[in-house]
Nanobody, 126 residues
Framework: QVQLVESGGGLVQVGGSLRLSCAASGLSFSDYAMGWFRQAPGKAREFVAAVLWNDVTTYYADSVKGRFTISRDNTQNTVALQMSSLKPEDTAVYYC???????????????????WGQGTQVTVSS
């Protein structure tokens, strides 16, 4: 019964901002690292950002570093991705994911995540 539901996707102009949110249920949220991935047409799913249970230890893909911020609220069982200075290459379906990994750096590999949401479309137009 684990569910991850993304919201907040949509159409935004180049240079604009957008905030994605993911609501988790059916799991002990604070026991999981949370991540965001994206998949553009014709490309593999790629890592965007991740955060450990503490909402302090984070890791970002170089392509989004300085522009995106990941955060989580363990009281609401949500993880957010605040995106700014958006570029056309940010266009993709964005997925949130949960990982049972508890040690080390925030997981960055698709294979390291156990649960996935259905995704939300982000389109950046010029």
């Amino acid at each position: 019964q684990v569910q991850l539901v993304e919201s907040g996707g949509g159409l935004v102009q180049v240079g604009g901002s957008l905030r994605l949110s993911c609501a988790a249920s059916g799991l002990s949220f604070s026991d999981y690292a949370m991540g965001w991935f994206r998949q553009a047409p014709g490309k593999a799913r790629e890592f965007v950002a991740a955060v450990l249970w503490n909402d302090v230890t984070t890791y970002y893909a170089d392509s989004v570093k300085g522009r995106f911020t990941i955060s989580r609220d363990n009281t609401q069982n949500t993880v957010a991705l605040q995106m700014s200075s958006l570029k056309p290459e940010d266009t993709a379906v964005y997925y949130c994911a949960a990982s049972r990994r508890r040690l080390g750096l925030p997981p960055r590999g698709v294979h390291e995540y156990d649960y996935w949401g259905q995704g939300t479309q982000v389109t950046v137009s010029s």
